[in-house]
């Protein structure tokens, strides 16, 4: 149990090992030392676990919105569909091509609509448009001129326009349950624990 603790440089004290009997009241903790409860124990453990490049993707591409739509963008100024995808990738150290239709041609494996998970590239219109699952039902894109970056619920006309979609971060979307399970567990039982 300490070991993730030893990297932080903290120890924990059981409550027999700190002379505390059982069922008996704490000492006062030393006003030197540190106490840690079981949240911060929890948040130890869990605060230096590297996301999936799909959810810093997912994440630079949410933080972009209300930029505008620039045809051929792909920086801060503005971005079109495909810059988009393109440096929120980046962002996430994966390398894209440039174009709606490379990025769709360069993964083999392709994702059905009802298979479709946040991080996922979504590609319409033969792929003349493209963007990014951001939740279930909705992505997140650079639409077209006079527009901005935004959140957009897909609708029946998107799914009539629907080409296909790619993953590419496919161990990510496994790791990303486990780092929900770790946040989503009980914090430990901490009688004593001090520096």
Excluded at 37 to 64: C, E, F, H, Q, S
Excluded at 171 to 187: M, S, T
Aim: hydrophobic share 40%; charged share 20%; with cysteine.
């Amino acid at each position: 149990m300490t070991t993730g603790l030893a990297a932080a440089g903290l120890t924990l004290a059981a409550p027999a090992a700190a002379g505390i009997a059982p069922g008996a009241a704490a000492a006062t903790p030393d006003p030197g030392g540190i106490t840690l409860t079981g949240n911060d124990v929890k948040r130890i453990r869990t605060r230096d676990i590297r996301l999936p490049a799909w959810k810093v993707a997912l994440d630079y591409a949410m933080d972009k919105r209300g930029t505008p739509y620039v045809w051929g963008g792909a920086s801060e100024s503005g971005y079109d569909c495909s810059g988009l995808m393109l440096r929120a990738y980046q962002a996430a150290g994966i390398s894209l091509p440039r174009t709606a239709a490379s990025q769709y041609h360069a993964f083999s494996r392709k994702i059905s609509w009802d298979r479709l998970k946040p991080g996922d590239l979504v590609f319409f219109s033969g792929l003349g448009h493209m963007g990014m699952i951001s939740r279930p039902g909705y992505m997140v894109h650079s639409p077209h001129t006079g527009d901005v970056v935004k959140e957009e619920r897909l609708n029946e006309w998107r799914r009539n326009a629907f080409v296909g979609a790619v993953r590419p971060d496919p161990k990510g979307v496994k790791r990303w349950a486990h780092i929900r399970e770790l946040r989503r567990a009980p914090a430990p039982v901490m009688p004593v624990a001090t520096l």
